[in-house]
């Protein structure tokens, strides 16, 4: 089922999440909405604050990037141990162990603020430690694209948009539309959810 997507404005971005305990039948169903509703929106990937939920848990798939990974050379967007990137991911409760010093800067979206793309620093590598959906812990070291995903989408456990990274120039430069988005005068291709406390 295709889960309407909060945006900018919305309490629950900004909150941080709960350690996810068990998946049960539910939290797997959860799952299986928010890979339907990432690949819907055409997203790299999707956080479950993202769908109105608070586990820490989040969906990932870089294959619409693959062509342009192949390009650049895959291994350098790669993961160690090697992460199979034609398919979904899911990442429950990942803590980042460790990130590279040097960082790298790229052009970012966020399927909650649509219509905004910023360039954003990141560390160039981190090691992530997270489970699977059958709560095995593994650990990968992802540098390129997959990394900056990885921790664009770990940020919205913590309750941090991409927004809040980007200079302060560009922060003043968007807050007009940022706030015409808090207050809901905002499209999407794409079903979103509009919760806001001005709508209250
Ligand atoms: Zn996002």
């Not at 398919?87 to 800067?105: G, K, T, Y």
């Not at 489970?131 to 694209?145: F, K, L, N």
Request: overall charge negative; charged content about 30%.
């Amino acid at each position: 089922m295709i889960l309407p997507i909060r945006i900018y404005g919305d309490p629950i971005l900004t909150k941080p999440t709960q350690a996810v305990e068990t998946v049960d039948e539910e939290l797997r169903t959860l799952i299986d909405d928010m890979i339907e509703t990432m690949y819907g929106a055409s997203g790299l990937g999707l956080a479950a604050p993202q769908v109105g939920r608070s586990e820490r848990l989040f969906v990932v798939d870089v294959s619409p990037l693959l062509e342009e990974l192949e390009a650049e050379g895959l291994e350098h967007h790669g993961a160690v141990p090697p992460l199979p990137l034609d398919r979904p991911h899911v990442f429950i409760n990942p803590e980042i162990l460790e990130s590279s010093e040097e960082e790298v800067e790229f052009e970012e979206g966020c399927l909650s603020i649509p219509g905004i793309r910023e360039p954003v620093w990141r560390p160039e590598r981190i090691r992530m430690r997270y489970m699977t959906p059958d709560m095995e812990t593994r650990e990968i070291e992802a540098s390129g694209m997959l990394a900056r995903v990885l921790q664009h989408e770990y940020d919205h456990l913590q309750g941090i948009l991409f927004t809040d990274l980007i200079s302060p120039f560009r922060q003043r430069m968007l807050r007009r539309r940022l706030r015409e988005m808090a207050r809901g005068n905002v499209q999407a291709d794409y079903p979103i959810h509009i919760e806001t406390p001005a709508r209250r």
